[in-house]
């Protein structure tokens, strides 16, 4: 079944309208635009595949995308009336053979700006500010040259944890890098 994030802008509109009630008015759903969900690279049926650091092929595929609804600033779940819902949309990409960690890239609509995380299962969940210009104009992975890439450098220090990640609008993950020494980088389509 193909699902289409306009179909989950109208689902969760839906679900909105319908959970307002005369009492509690107006419902306002903060919707990613179509210029936020370009951070969800992962189409219906991608797959992507990455080489490790000991020349091994790992292929992802997107096995999912989620969207959710939050209360919005000063209400809770508890709420008898919620008057603003924020809208998280995830994909999750997850390696083929079950061998490497999922990869997961979520936005969440806020009124006035834009949450852009990126996650890699069991390591730990990182914030790229939207505002902020790219880290490198250009910058080369595994022999290809992409453009506007972000540079997330985490302060984990654990043996296996997840050091750095390249990531960009266009291609998504480019690069893990652990800080036991393993990587995956992206290999040229």
């Not at 307002?20 to 969900?37: F, I, R």
Request: hydrophobic share 35%; with cysteine.
């Amino acid at each position: 079944m193909k699902i289409s994030l306009h179909s989950f802008f109208l689902l969760l509109l839906a679900t909105a309208v319908l959970t307002s009630c005369e009492k509690c008015g107006e419902v306002t759903l903060n919707q990613p635009t179509a210029a936020d969900a370009e951070w969800l690279v992962y189409k219906q049926d991608a797959s992507i595949r990455f080489e490790t650091n000991t020349g091994d092929t790992v292929a992802y595929t997107r096995s999912g995308l989620f969207a959710q609804q939050f209360p919005g600033e000063g209400f809770t779940a508890t709420d008898e009336c919620i008057e603003s819902f924020n809208v998280q949309i995830r994909t999750l990409m997850e390696d083929v053979a079950d061998v490497e960690p999922a990869l997961s890239t979520r936005i969440l609509r806020q009124p006035d700006n834009l949450q852009v995380e990126l996650s890699v299962a069991d390591h730990g969940i990182w914030e790229i500010n939207d505002e902020d210009p790219p880290t490198f104009e250009s910058h080369e992975v595994n022999g290809t040259a992409y453009y506007n890439v972000y540079e997330v450098v985490t302060n984990n220090t654990e043996n296996g944890g997840v050091k750095r990640i390249l990531y960009n609008k266009e291609f998504g993950f480019l690069s893990l890098e652990f800080n036991s020494g393993r990587w995956l980088k992206r290999r040229p389509s």
